[in-house]
């Protein structure tokens, strides 16, 4: 990040304390800092520590003559690499996805065309608020960028997601947007699949798996912000498309596996899809109506099996292929045999009960299954489960290299 310009903007909240570390870690990687306090956020951190850590003057009032003439609003939103806002407060998603700008912070990010990244911090209801949901899918659909928030402990007393992303994890996506392909897999190449698959019955009706693509989407996220050449094959899903990654449409098995195949040789493999085991045999060309009282038969036939085909691909197997096991009992020891069936090399298993939340939800508690042994990971965002994912793949990739 040496040399790089950054604008962090800070708003209400008491995850604004880590903002104190964040600059601190932005400064020692050579990145130059300059802050905007919301009125909000100087209720939790003053301007004077900002402007201490950051050596810059920190701006706080839209209608400050001074720095209108020295640095007016326009200016400041565009002499930076990149826009951070973190914590990005309920208050502050709601203003950008809805273009108001009432104060410096809102008019700056309304008046700027350089890439933004937000760090959302606040109460676990407030998070899944269906307005705050609606809000965040709206501004990643303009192509703003997210880090967090993770799961765990609030100051107000409640557990669940929202939690403002840790300083260390800002850092790598701030790295990951502003030097693109210089990460720890810089030079690999990854596939993933996400989402679920469609299997036609006739024209109106079809089979599938109850999957969002949130996680899938995450892990292509988070493997392209350290730096792989990632290609995501997707199903049918609501999901913006992640950035700096290049994606491929599906929408049955069939479909998918074609074009995972057509994305080899790659280095990594992961199958995150929940594609469903069987197809009709006969797709019906007009639909099929209600005759008599008994129902009509449904012949079904398996669909290929795309974690087994990649993983016995021959010389064009990937170096490390994961798969995934969504399980609503026994989790691990399924999880397990599936491992040793499918001739993978991990297998990230989790729990897709009723009541998990897992399917369609935002946080994921997975159990990370190696033929040595078996990880147990906390409760956390699903983007966070991402992070550690494309961490551990690094990790296993270094080794391999040395």
């Known amino acids: 990040m040496n040399g790089k310009r950054l604008l962090l903007i800070v708003s209400g909240g008491i995850a ?16 130059a800092v300059r802050c905007v306090l919301t009125a909000g956020g ?7 520590s900002l402007a201490a850590l950051t050596e810059e003057k920190v701006h706080c009032e839209l209608f400050s003559l001074t720095d209108e003439s020295e640095m007016g609003h326009i200016q400041l ?12 407060s309920a208050d502050i998603l709601a203003k950008m996805a809805h273009g108001l700008a009432d104060d410096l912070a809102s008019t700056v990010l309304l008046a700027t065309d350089t890439p933004v990244l937000v760090a959302p911090a606040m109460n676990v209801r407030m998070w899944q608020h269906p307005a705050t949901r609606a809000n965040l899918a709206l501004l990643e659909q303009r192509g703003v960028h997210r880090v967090g928030p993770n799961e765990g402990d609030m100051a107000c007393g409640e557990y669940g997601p929202g939690r403002m992303a840790e300083p260390d994890e800002i850092v790598a996506a701030i790295s990951g947007l502003l030097e693109p392909g210089s990460g720890r897999l810089a030079g690999r190449r990854a596939v993933v699949t996400s989402g679920p698959t469609h299997e036609p019955i006739d024209p109106v009706r079809y089979i599938a798996n109850r ?10 996220a988070a493997l392209a912000r350290l ?57 019906a060309e007009q639909k099929v109506k209600k005759r008599g009282k008994a129902p009509p038969e449904l012949k079904l036939v398996e669909n290929p099996d795309i974690l087994a085909t990649l993983s016995a691909a021959g010389n064009r197997r990937p170096a490390l292929v994961v798969g995934f096991a969504a399980e609503t009992e026994s989790v691990v020891k399924h999880a397990q045999a599936k491992l040793a069936k499918k001739g993978c090399d991990w297998i990230v298993a989790n729990d897709v009960s009723a009541g998990s939340g897992t399917f369609g939800g935002d946080a994921n508690t997975v159990h990370l299954i190696r033929a040595d042994g078996v990880e147990d990971w906390p409760s956390m965002s699903k983007q966070a489960v991402g992070d550690r994912l494309a961490a551990a793949i690094a990790d296993h990739l270094d080794g391999s290299r040395s």
């Open 16 to 31: 604004a304390y880590k903002s104190l570390e964040l600059i601190r870690r932005l400064r020692e990687r050579g990145a």
């Open 42 to 48: 100087a209720q939790f951190v003053t301007p004077l």
């Open 227 to 283: 730096g792989a050449e990632t290609h995501l094959v997707t199903g049918p899903t609501i999901e913006p498309d992640p950035p700096g990654v290049a994606v491929s449409h599906v929408v049955t098995a069939r479909d998918m596996l074609a074009a995972c195949e057509a994305a080899l040789p790659a280095d990594i493999a992961v199958c995150a899809a929940a594609v469903a085991d069987w197809r009709a045999a006969t797709e």
């Open 77 to 88: 939103s565009r002499s930076a690499d990149l826009l951070v806002v973190a914590p990005a």
């Open 211 to 220: 999957s969002s693509g949130k996680q899938g989407h995450a892990i292509a």
